[in-house]
């Protein structure tokens, strides 16, 4: 690594402007090698990236990973090539040019939207808009709550976005940038790419916003640059650092900057921009240089901001090593819980077996919280405006306050695709294991979220109650139908639906366990009865289905059930055994994705030989796998209804006299 | 009826504040005789509601669908006995008193939150929350493109909502108001409940937004007014009529206004108040009478309101009756699409298989659309900012502007969740029938309004094209994997997956003939060969699967698929009939829902008892349903990645030779 000084004498005479040609130039070279991508936005944003990056941003190219390091979020996904050049100019190990000039092939790390995890610095996956400005809110939100914790001698950064017209156009914004103002996320800086072009052509064809006003609606600081200016951006970036309030520093750009004909069009927004463009802007902006050339003075500039970031770490890691608060800092970061909150949650069981508690499965979920929460300091929970419906607040829990962060519980506000997205902030600032609350029907409205949770890997925990018709009144509007279907469906989420409170307590503990996946709890407003006959040490839900009653006689028939059915499917047991001699076996079924990575043994073993009944009162869309072509289904066929919940269940003929018919049916 | 002279004589000592009242004790009589509902809204609301109603709306109760209606919308759905009240109080038919006391019981026309199509004049279905404000922005949109149409002699109301502040806070209502805003859709009112109280408490909780400031920023005007002064809500109504804008009337009220204890309180929001309040509340505000009886006088004077409105809707007949426009106007809002269309469709197919065109059937759909488009008026269309790659734009399509209502192309901007409200709005005004476009990864930002087209029955036409990762470079997460299961399990919904450039028109001519269920097609980025090897005048689309290719010799195998995976399945059974000498059949399964409708012989036809291996790059779950105990699947199990789409179908081995390998696997 060359010096620090070494490299100060050579960049000296390197602009900043030249600087930000070179992001241009990488920009729209890779995008025309891949034939593919959005040269417009990078080459708009080069200059308020580069005097981000050169004057203000602590990284450490070396050490991607360094927690006090400043977040940088390319809310404008689409734009990733700014995000590639940069760590290419910076010298992130995994970003040689040729990563460069294998721009959205398969393999490279040079991914068509920024993806976390695949390449290093990423912070967050963003591509669907909106969401790096939300997950953004997330990490902001951490950063105050961790430096609340361990103070800002260890926790001291920014989290820095840059959000184009997209971005502040889709409705999650509105909730990020309310929940960001309220609680005071001073940290927080959004730089927007105010080029005034989305891709149907100007934003005068679809929005009249006034979007300075809006935030300042919001409580942010609002300035306005224009941003090809460097010495006005960095002075706002200066000022919005100071400031008490999340900042928006509205930055006027030509999108596509520096192409002589296309420059200012949504022609550049997405496609290559040509050969005779591009040699026009070579020459238009004086870069003499071939393709994915850097000359080595620019390239020089440019690492020396890492070794700015290098240094910047070398003294946290001193100051880190001598803190007392070293050893909570690094368990906090390490996100591992304690054995204390599984060791909590096997008493809890053992305890709930003996009482054979009968609880709503979302108040088994307090309860199994509260011995969590007890045993542990890294869950902060959250609802959106529903904390005694999801029941995810526990005693002794303080609230997060505008100002006040050291508390660990979030009033997410009536914004469910913000609370998840901010999440999932929470999740990748790190520190925190986060869990929040909704009604089951309204992940439909976190969905755009959630999803980023699974492809990011990250330990989120959805508590979702009012699983299904079980809430009664409300009515089909808050009646989950197709929400387990679409839950599961999607690849790399758990999706937990317990049937008593010994199944939510081991389902918590598979959750708070699954590090590189997000799971759902999904709980019942009514109550269920405990279901075990004994405790047992073993974490029965942890294989995805088991043998919840094996008959003495040979099954006749296996009824598999989740949540709030398995009562159903038991008392239809009972039936079918007292009516007509009939063994039924009952299976258990609270997780469809662990049960399917279990072996093909203890799969057959489980779902047995003779015919099998499911019962769940929801769509049938994916039961097929587990019934077969001898079995059948007993649910919901279209949406619910509005009427108390047991008038429901007879009214959808989701009872046990339904399903023992349909067991009947099978075998006779 | 009685007279309207009669009855002014008795309303003519009655107050608003016993109009009002009138409501207050039916909403906290019926919630409380359900021990379940909301009281806190309607007594909040009470006074602002009777005078909205008694001194402007312009309705008629015995004609609930007259088409020149003021619209009505409860955006704060779960304060449904504040509708069901004026219902009763106005004398809507279905809605006696009887009904009121049956509220939220199975059957009851009261449910839970109000649901169009449940009850007479319920203009749309609200609860999730942000929704009726956002569905109300369809129809004021709709509104103005009528009376562009057909004068403002047939075509002038308002559209009155009335929100609180979940629906202020939802993501969606930042995509309603500034679409609203930007239009200039000057006949919205949005009447806000500023109670500054939600489910967990003080809206200080979580917010902080200065929400008349925000709204100003997105062109509205706005006025602020105390929601229990008569006369100032009156006034500010009046303003916000004459007003070129969208109007916000922020109206400060206390939440279960009335309620001398619990009054102000959240408490007051989604419990009853109990016995013992209520008959505080009988005391506080001077209510003598039983639960559920309203004097005569006070009833007359509500009865009163409908007079007024029956009188308007007469010499609004006697006006269409008289006009030129009658016929044109009584078409489009009968929503009965001429034969031309159908027709043209016809011609579309036959010229198409003819030429054996090959498009990507996103152009294929927009090549039906120039059909569709040219042979009607009443479709109109639009897209969240994706015009040019969802092609949901034809020639001669005139664009909305602000002002200007005469086209039929909406640019919603980048706003799927709005798009998608807007859509319910546009459909449920009447006059036009609604298409809109975007990804289809991005039908999760839509989820929350989807899901209400299905739930109302409405004829909307989602068009996702770029549905699969055969779109390539843009990666993750922009390539659909759960979003066929999470649409496929949705009730009331047809998902289209069209695999060429016929099945492209008959999916489209099903969907405009689906008038009571919404639509999604499904469409490919990547071109696709014409499979048909005749033209037919019969719709094989029309049962959701049909045999594509039959082998000569008996079946050994049958490969279903859908979309772009059907070339896929029939480059497998060249390869199977080749190269080992193996009968395989081709089905191609457009429409899951539709096949599901078919009777059992039929299904069994086209699936045949050979086994069957099914293709489609996209989550297994569902496919089960159809390949049985024996079958097989080739998709997708995680999530994409960035790369040209061949690559990508090679990496995760959807391609010829897997499905061959899979099925040989299978039968020897």
Redesign the interface.
């Known amino acids: 690594m060359t010096s620090l000084a070494a490299l100060k004498s050579v960049a000296a005479a390197v602009s900043e402007r030249d600087m930000a040609n070179a992001i241009r130039a990488l920009a729209m070279d890779s995008v025309q090698k891949?034939n593919?991508?959005h040269p417009g936005m990078p080459m708009g944003m080069a200059d308020v990236a580069t005097v981000l990056f050169s004057r203000f941003i602590n990284i450490d190219p070396t050490a991607p990973d360094w927690p006090d390091r400043d977040r940088f979020v390319l809310s404008a996904?689409h734009g990733s090539m700014l995000q590639y050049a940069l760590h290419y100019l910076l010298g992130y190990e995994d970003m040689p040019i040729e990563e460069l000039q294998r721009f959205?092939?398969?393999?490279?790390r040079t991914?068509?939207?920024p993806?976390h995890g695949h390449a290093l610095g990423i912070e967050t996956?963003?591509?669907?808009?909106g969401q790096g400005i939300s997950t953004a809110v997330g990490m902001a939100l951490a950063e105050r709550m961790l430096a609340a914790r361990h103070g800002t001698d260890l926790v001291d950064h920014y989290t820095y976005v840059i959000a184009g017209?997209?971005c502040l156009?889709?409705?999650?914004?509105?909730?990020a940038i309310?929940?960001a103002?309220?609680l005071k996320l001073s940290r927080l800086i959004v730089l927007w790419d105010d080029n005034a072009i989305?891709?149907?052509g100007p934003t005068s064809?679809?929005?009249?916003?006034?979007?300075p006003?809006?935030f300042?609606?919001?409580?942010w600081l609002v300035q306005s640059v224009d941003g090809h200016d460097i010495e006005a951006v960095a002075a706002a970036i200066e000022a919005a650092r100071q400031s008490d309030r999340p900042s928006l520093i509205a930055c006027r750009t030509v999108i596509g900057k520096g192409a002589p004909n296309l420059g200012g069009s949504e022609k550049t927004h997405g496609a290559p921009l040509g050969d005779a463009e591009i040699a026009a802007t070579r020459e238009n902006i004086g870069w003499a240089y071939a393709p994915f050339e850097v000359p080595d003075e620019i390239l020089s500039a440019w690492r020396e901001i890492a070794v700015r970031g290098q240094a910047a770490r070398r003294a946290w890691g001193q100051r880190l090593a001598a803190s007392p608060q070293r050893e909570a800092f690094e368990r906090a970061i390490r996100g591992k819980l304690p054995d204390a909150v599984f060791e909590a949650l096997g008493a809890f069981r053992k305890e709930h077996v003996e009482k054979a508690t009968k609880v709503a499965t979302r108040k088994a979920s307090e309860m199994a919280l509260a011995a969590i929460n007890d045993a542990n300091e890294l869950t902060v929970g959250g609802?959106a405006?529903?904390?005694?419906?999801n029941l995810t607040i526990t005693k002794g829990m303080d609230?997060i306050v505008?100002g006040g962060y050291a508390g660990r519980y979030i009033?997410?506000?009536?914004?469910e695709?913000?609370m998840a997205a901010a999440m999932n902030g929470i999740a990748l600032h790190g520190g925190f294991v986060p869990y929040g609350g909704t009604f089951l029907?309204?992940a439909?409205?976190a969905?755009?979220a959630m999803?980023?949770s699974?492809?990011m890997s990250q330990r989120v925990v959805y508590v979702m109650t009012h699983d299904s018709i079980g809430l009664?009144?409300?009515?089909?509007?808050?009646q989950p139908?197709?929400h387990l279907?679409?839950l599961?469906?999607?690849?790399?989420l758990n999706v937990f639906r317990p049937a008593d409170i010994i199944e939510t307590a081991e389902c918590w503990e598979l959750a708070l366990k699954s590090e590189t996946r997000p799971s759902v709890l999904v709980l019942s407003r009514q109550n269920l009865p405990m279901q075990r006959q004994a405790h047992s040490d073993e974490n029965r839900s942890s294989r995805g289905a088991y043998v919840l009653r094996e008959p003495s006689a040979h099954r006749a028939v296996t009824l598999i059930a989740t949540g709030s059915e398995v009562e159903i499917a038991i008392a239809a047991a009972e039936r079918l055994e007292t009516g007509h001699g009939i063994a039924a076996a009952i299976v258990s079924m609270p997780c469809w994705e662990l049960f399917e990575e279990q072996n093909g043994d203890y799969r057959k073993s489980v779902l047995g030989s003779a015919p099998r009944v499911a019962v769940e009162a929801a769509?049938?869309?994916?039961w097929?796998?587990w019934i077969?072509?001898t079995g059948a289904f007993v649910g919901?066929?279209?949406?619910g209804?509005?009427?108390?919940a047991p008038?429901?269940y007879k009214?959808f003929d989701i009872t046990p006299e339904a399903v023992a018919a349909t067991a009947l049916r099978l075998i006779i």
């Not at 009664?472 to 808050?478: A, C, L, Q, Y």
């Not at 769509?619 to 994916?622: D, P």
């Not at 919901?636 to 949406?639: E, H, L, P, Q, R």
């Open positions: 891949a593919s991508g996904g959205r092939q398969l393999g490279s991914a068509g939207h993806e996956t963003t591509g669907p808009l017209d997209g156009q889709e409705g999650i914004s509105h909730e309310d929940l103002g309220h989305s891709i149907d064809l679809s929005t009249s916003m006034d979007q006003t809006r300042k609606a919001a409580g609802s405006d529903l904390t005694h419906s609230r505008p009033h997410y506000g009536i914004r695709h913000g029907c309204f439909d409205y969905r755009g999803r980023l699974a492809l009664g009144e409300d009515g089909p509007t808050h139908i197709e279907a679409m599961r469906a999607t690849p790399n769509a049938r869309l994916g097929d796998r077969g072509d919901m066929i279209g949406f209804a509005s009427a108390p008038d429901l009214h």
